[in-house]
Antibody
């Protein structure tokens, strides 16, 4: 069964960093781009970043440029998203999602279950 | 960036209704447009990709159309499990922006 499994919920202090993992199983990880999307409570979906396979340079939304770092480890089929300089406005559910790299028309067909990040003093 | 504008933001409907949600891109995105369904407490689920192609396993009452800047998601004969929030997303370029969402509520 194809799935993306994310790490567990986090509670962080303002100004700190959080690192969320997304582990793929059931398919060939290197065939997929991985995007990160967040959703603040009661709000819509917000695309943050994407990383393509092997030696791809991550792409970041301008809003998060300088604060977010996305990486991937092909040996463990895992992607990571690290967000620094946390503020209360970063409290949100963070999702990873995959998209087939070699098929531009394909969209994000498998999503992780989400990781809740709460920023609290 | 290519902002995406959905309309309406929410509306009330009854089971059996035919419902239509629209999504407009600020510039031409060809057919690089997806529709997702999200229910409370769940991750988004892909319904339609490439503007009109039904994702495997999605009921045929869902359909998508459009190209360029104007797109439509249609649900014929609305079922109880279809009450949810729907998002469009362009993946023509970075950033891969979403529409603000359309919540379909029970009348």
């Amino acid at each position: 069964q194809v799935q993306l499994v994310q790490s567990g919920a986090e509670v962080k202090k303002p100004g700190s960093s959080v690192k969320v993992s997304c582990k793929a199983s059931g398919d060939t990880f290197k065939n997929y781009d991985i995007s990160w999307v967040r959703q603040a409570p009661g709000q819509g979906l917000e695309w943050m970043a994407e990383i393509i396979p092997i030696f791809g340079t991550p792409k970041y939304a301008q809003k998060f440029q300088g604060r977010v770092t996305v990486t991937r480890d092909e040996s463990t089929s895992t992607s990571y998203m690290e967000l620094s300089g946390l503020t209360f406005e970063d409290t949100a559910m963070y999702y990873c999602a995959r998209r087939r790299s070699s098929a531009p028309r394909f969209a994000f067909d498998v999503w992780g279950q989400g990781t809740m990040v709460t920023v609290s003093s | 960036a290519i902002p995406m504008t959905q309309s309406p933001s929410s509306f009330f409907a009854s089971t059996g209704d035919r419902v239509t949600i629209t999504c407009r891109a600020s510039q031409d995105i060809s057919t690089y447009l997806a529709w997702y369904q999200q229910k409370p407490g769940e991750a988004p689920k892909l319904l339609i990709y490439a503007a009109s192609i039904l994702q495997s396993g999605v009921p045929s009452r869902f359909s998508g159309s459009g190209s360029g800047t104007d797109f439509t998601l249609t649900i014929t004969f609305l079922q109880s499990e279809d009450f949810a929030t729907y998002y469009c997303q362009q993946y023509y370029s970075y950033p891969r922006m979403f529409g603000q969402g359309t919540k379909v509520e029970v009348k």
